[in-house]
């Protein structure tokens, strides 16, 4: 299955697109220790390290490990100069996402229209140079203190950025278990939906993809609202999320609460072997929410899914949950919080023409989200 297919591509003109997106370029993460997390992340998740920077290249200010798992590229910080802003971040949300970078054929343009339509520019358009060609890159603001960084690499051949030197794990891995990035989560304040939905209508050309409220996406106890946009291709999707009115703190409330504000909440990781996937990071101890057995002995859920590619009983015994649209099916599992704080975790997904995102399981997730949150005493 290629990557195309893992993420639901759909067909797109981008000449008349004020704010063309090719795709990701890197998620970048602010965390406690990106030494160990690195490490973490290529002998659990099996990511390849490809690129460093360091006091030993001549960044003073931090460490930063660049590793990949098939398109996916993650960039792990962490402050070495004790004035460094990155240990100011950690402090205020933990381990979290500080930037999610785009890669877009012109920058220039891309900010010229961001602008007009009144989005905070962090960074002009500048390039970077070095032995192995030129990046122009540029930055604006989303919501809390999250960036996108946009990312011109057509004239670069080095490992990620000038800065950056080559750099490969000196120690035999696991496999990776992931291909892919489908969709990155960001949890807002309540009232402030429809805001960034705007914006990235507005500013960044996207178009809305699908809208979840109501009884759709609550429980007996707490609710949200998620509207997702996507850039022009589908290649780039953004479900945003704010909490609604419930009889207690919705998981919403809970991430806004401990990550001190607006960010993202979960990226979803395409995989072409879900199975495989949960066993292979089980093994290695990661930790995933329990779905009841009631949820695949459900009569309606049956009639509904119909034939998937594995047998309910292989779906059941690891805790996969299933839903079926008009254009096909597909199969996703959510991790716990990754870190200390209960905040960003992740999703796995495996799409099989399916270009939702699992409505038939929201209950069924935030139930299981709902048992957590009572084991934090956060409910």
């Known amino acids: 299955m290629s990557i195309d297919e893992l993420v639901g591509l759909v067909e797109y003109d981008a000449k008349n697109d004020p704010f063309p997106v090719q795709g990701w370029d890197a998620v970048v993460w602010s965390v406690g ?10 002998h659990v998740f099996g990511m390849e390290l490809v690129a460093y920077s360091g006091p ?8 930063a490990y660049v590793l990949r798992s098939g398109g996916v590229r993650f960039v792990f910080k962490g402050g070495v100069d004790p004035a460094s802003a990155l240990l100011d ?10 930037d999610i ?3 877009v054929p012109d920058v220039d343009r891309c900010v010229e229209h961001a602008r007009a339509e009144g989005a905070t520019v962090l960074e002009e358009p500048h390039d970077v140079s070095d032995e192995h060609g030129t990046v122009r890159i540029a930055a604006i603001a989303t919501y809390g203190e999250t960036r996108h960084t946009l990312v011109d690499r057509s004239r670069y051949r080095g490992p990620y950025l000038p800065g950056y030197v080559a750099r490969t794990t000196g120690h035999p891995t696991p496999k990776r278990v992931f291909q892919a990035l489908d969709h990155v989560v960001g949890n807002v304040e309540l009232g402030r939906m429809d805001e960034w939905v705007d914006f990235y209508n507005r500013v960044m050309g996207f178009t809305n993809m699908a809208e979840f409220v109501g009884e759709d996406i609550a429980t007996e106890y707490s609710a949200l609202m998620s509207k997702v946009v996507a850039s022009g291709n589908h ?13 207690k703190r919705s998981q919403i409330d809970e991430y806004l609460d401990y990550y001190g504000g607006p960010g993202a909440q979960h ?3 395409a995989t072409n072997d879900i199975l495989r996937t949960v066993d ?11 779905t009841p057995d009631s949820y695949y002995e459900d009569p309606e859920l049956r009639a509904r899914i119909g034939e998937v590619r594995v047998p309910i009983a292989e779906l059941q015994s690891r805790g996969i949950l299933v839903d079926r649209d008009e254009d096909g099916y597909l199969l996703q599992i959510f991790t716990k919080p990754l870190g200390d704080r209960p905040t960003v975790f992740f999703e796995f997904i495996e799409r099989h023409g399916s270009l939702g995102f699992g409505i038939g399981n929201f209950k069924a997730l935030f139930e299981a989200i709902e048992r957590e949150q009572a084991i934090r005493g956060n409910f």
């Open 33 to 42: 220790n990106a030494t160990q997390t690195a490490l973490f992340y290529q």
């Open 56 to 63: 030993e290249t001549g960044n003073r200010d931090h460490h």
């Open 89 to 98: 971040h950690h402090r205020r949300h933990g381990d979290g996402i500080v």
């Open 101 to 103: 970078a785009l890669e």
């Open 235 to 247: 290649k780039v999707k953004f479900p945003l999320n704010e909490p609604a009115v419930g009889k």
């Open 267 to 269: 990226l979803a990781l």
């Open 280 to 290: 292979a990071l089980r093994a290695r101890g990661v930790e995933f929410l329990a």
